[in-house]
Antibody, heavy 118, light 107 residues
Framework: EVQLVESGGGLVQPGGSLRLSCAAS????????MHWVRQTPGKGLVWVSR????????SYADSVKGRFTISRDNAKNTLFLQMNSLRAEDSGMYYC???????????WGQGVLVTVSS | DIQMTQSPSSLSASVGDRVTITCRAS??????LNWYQHKPGKPPKLLIY???SLQSGVPSRFSGSGSGTDFTLTISSLQPEDFATYYC?????????FGGGTKVEIK
């Protein structure tokens, strides 16, 4: 069974940092692209970042470019999102997802909540 | 960046109704269009990928069509469990982008 479990969220002050993790199991992690997606009540779903299976290529939403870094450890079946210079608008539920055909997200974790507030 | 515009932003429908949601891309994305269903407190669920391919395990009342810039998600006969918010997503070029969502409510 495919499982994705996020961790690392919490409350952080503006300008602070957080590192999200996503532990994957039930599939060959090293052969799949992975995504991070944010959900906020006011703005719906927002794609945040993507990483190729071998970690060679990454992409980011304009709003997080230069502040967030996606990475992966294929030996430990874990995806990461390093979030720096956090802003209030970065708040929301962060989901990791597995990339599939047409770069769709076929499996999702349950999400981890990030709150940026003073 | 490619902008995705969904319409309507919300709709009210009854069980058994045929429901159509449209999504328009700001430039051609060929068939690189996916549809998701999202319910509160749960992760999104993939319904359709590649504009018209039904994801495994998704009921056949869901269908997708279109290519280029105009796409449609159709629910042929709305069921109680279908009340949710639906999103389109283009994956033709990064940054990948979602539409604003369509909330389907009970009439």
């Amino acid at each position: 069974e495919v499982q994705l479990v996020e961790s690392g969220g919490g409350l952080v002050q503006p300008g602070g940092s957080l590192r999200l993790s996503c532990a994957a199991s039930g599939f060959t992690f090293s052969t799949y692209w992975m995504h991070w997606v944010r959900q906020t009540p006011g703005k719906g779903l927002v794609w945040v970042s993507r990483i190729f299976s071998d970690g060679s290529t990454t992409s980011y939403a304009d709003s997080v470019k230069g502040r967030f870094t996606i990475s992966r450890d294929n030996a430990k079946n874990t995806l990461f999102l390093q979030m720096n210079s956090l802003r209030a608008e970065d708040s929301g539920m962060y989901y990791c997802s597995r990339g599939s055909a047409y770069a769709s997200s076929d499996y999702w974790g349950q999400g981890v909540l990030v709150t940026v507030s003073s | 960046d490619i902008q995705m515009t969904q319409s309507p932003s919300s709709l009210s429908a009854s069980v058994g109704d045929r429901v159509t949601i449209t999504c328009r891309a700001s430039q051609s994305i060929h068939s690189h269009l996916n549809w998701y269903q999202h319910k509160p407190g749960k992760p999104p669920k993939l319904l359709i990928y590649g504009a018209s391919s039904l994801q495994s395990g998704v009921p056949s009342r869901f269908s997708g069509s279109g290519s280029g810039t105009d796409f449609t998600l159709t629910i042929s006969s709305l069921q109680p469990e279908d009340f949710a918010t639906y999103y389109c997503q283009q994956t033709y070029s990064a940054p990948l982008t979602f539409g604003g969502g369509t909330k389907v409510e009970i009439k």
